[in-house]
């Protein structure tokens, strides 16, 4: 069986779809991604040099769409997706970690998901650790 790999092939076309929207790639990563899957087509001069190849880009992009995964898991935009702010201190922009650090009265910033509030803290109340 012979198989031909093009830069426009379905599977060549998913991979480069799949990390555009994942923004891993920019344009010149994209067209590295069309001159793999042609070398590969070029290479393949038997069915089973096509397969191994197009089993090796699979594999490649099953992994990196894998860590792209990984990384968001932890990235911070999607912290502040699940709800969660970045507060920092509006005037010297330094993020707020603990209410020692805040005082009745400071503005302050809160990074969302979907963009920055601008606030005032009226109290700070400290929580008892139990």
Do not use: C, W
Request: a positive charge; zero cysteines; proline letters at 3%.
């Amino acid at each position: 069986m012979r198989l031909f790999l093009s830069p426009t092939s379905p599977f060549a076309r998913e991979v480069k779809v799949a990390l555009a929207e994942k923004n891993l790639l920019e344009k010149e990563h994209l067209v590295a991604v069309d001159e793999a899957v042609t070398k590969a087509a070029a290479d393949a001069s038997t069915g089973e040099t096509a397969s191994l190849a197009f089993l090796t880009l699979r594999n490649r992009a099953e992994r990196l769409g894998l860590a792209a995964r990984s990384l968001h898991t932890v990235s911070p935009l999607a912290t502040l997706e699940r709800g969660y702010a970045i507060v920092s201190d509006a005037a010297e922009n330094k993020v707020i970690t603990s209410v020692a650090e805040a005082r009745p009265n400071q503005t302050v910033r809160a990074q969302l998901a979907d963009g920055n509030l601008l606030a005032r803290i009226e109290s700070v109340t400290r929580q008892e650790k139990k």
